[in-house]
């Protein structure tokens, strides 16, 4: 198993930025890709972002492209999501999830079902 805890989320006004962490317990973290998904309430669970597993291929939503950047320390088991210009729409909690892929796969995943671990999520809210 891969124990994921969020942090850093909270209450910014538009505009701002927030910079979310994700850490992981264990000591294959290298192994995973990551990925970052955001849900809010009344909607379904929404892809943002991703990231190798050696941290050299991303893939983002659209819609967040420029703003979000995802990184990963894996000497420090720990991936981010940096959260820039926020806009009222990106109100959600935001989710980190894991997949074991090894070191023979180079790229990540969109869809929530081919991730095995979980965080709880931490809220983002943004005021307009």
């Known amino acids: 198993q891969v124990p994921l805890v969020e942090s850093g989320g909270g209450l910014v006004q538009a505009g701002g930025s927030l910079r979310l962490s994700c850490a992981a317990s264990g000591r294959t973290f290298s192994s995973y890709a990551m990925g970052w998904f955001r849900q809010a309430p009344g909607k379904n669970r929404e892809f943002v972002g991703c990231i190798s597993w050696s941290g050299d291929n991303t893939h983002y939503l659209d819609s967040v492209k420029g703003r979000l950047t995802i990184s990963r320390d894996n000497a420090k088991n720990t991936v981010y999501l940096q959260m820039n210009s926020l806009k009222p729409e990106d109100t959600a909690v935001y989710l980190c999830?894991?997949?074991?892929?090894?070191?023979?796969?180079?790229?990540?995943?969109?869809?929530?079902?081919?991730?095995?671990?979980w965080g709880q999520g931490t809220q983002v809210t943004v005021s307009s």
């Open positions: 999830a894991a997949i074991e892929v090894g070191t023979y796969y180079s790229g990540c995943y969109i869809n929530p079902w081919e991730y095995g671990y």
